[in-house]
C-alpha cells in the first residue's frame, strides 16, 4: 500500500515563493507517474502539473505554465512542486496523487481524479493579497 504525504504548504504573499513535497513510503514510486492536484473551495479538483515514472517528461495545466515547476527524487522517492510567482487564486489544497504505469515515459495532467490509484490527504496554501 503507497502512502503519500504532502509537505511545504502554508501562507505566502502575493508574488511569493513556495516548494510543496511528496514524499512516498510503504512502495516504490518507479512505476507511477505523479500528479499534483489542487482544489479551491466550492470548485472541482483539478490537475495541474504531473511528472512521469522516468522523470523525462512533465505536463502543466494553463494555468500554472512557467509559474510551477515539478521535479522528482527517485532514490528518495519524493516529488516536488515549485511555485513561484503565486497568486491569490493560486489558494487550494493540493494533492499529490500516484497512477501506475508501466510505461515510464508517460504522463498525464488530465487524468481524472477517480483513476489515480493513491492520494496523499493534501496540503493547505493559502496566498494573500
Known amino acids: 500500500q503507497l502512502r503519500l504525504v504532502e509537505s511545504g504548504g502554508g501562507l505566502v504573499q502575493f508574488g511569493g515563493s513556495l516548494n510543496l513535497s511528496c514524499a512516498a513510503s510503504?512502495?516504490?514510486?518507479?512505476?507511477?507517474?505523479i500528479t499534483w492536484f489542487r482544489q479551491a473551495p466550492g470548485k472541482e479538483r483539478e490537475g495541474i502539473s504531473c511528472?512521469?515514472?522516468?522523470?523525462?517528461?512533465?505536463n502543466y495545466a494553463d494555468s500554472v505554465k512557467g509559474r510551477f515547476t515539478i521535479s522528482r527524487d527517485n532514490a528518495k522517492d519524493t516529488v516536488y512542486l515549485q511555485m513561484n510567482d503565486l497568486r491569490p487564486e493560486d489558494t487550494a489544497v493540493y494533492y499529490c496523487?500516484?497512477?501506475?504505469?508501466?510505461?515510464?515515459?508517460?504522463?498525464?495532467?488530465?487524468?481524472?481524479?477517480?483513476?489515480?490509484?493513491?492520494w496523499g490527504k493534501g496540503a493547505q496554501v493559502i496566498v494573500s493579497p
Open positions: 511528472i512521469s515514472a522516468s522523470g523525462t517528461n512533465a
Open positions: 510503504g512502495g516504490t514510486l518507479d512505476y507511477n507517474y
Open positions: 496523487a500516484a497512477k501506475s504505469s508501466f510505461i515510464r515515459a508517460l504522463c498525464s495532467v488530465t487524468t481524472l481524479p477517480g483513476n489515480m490509484d493513491w
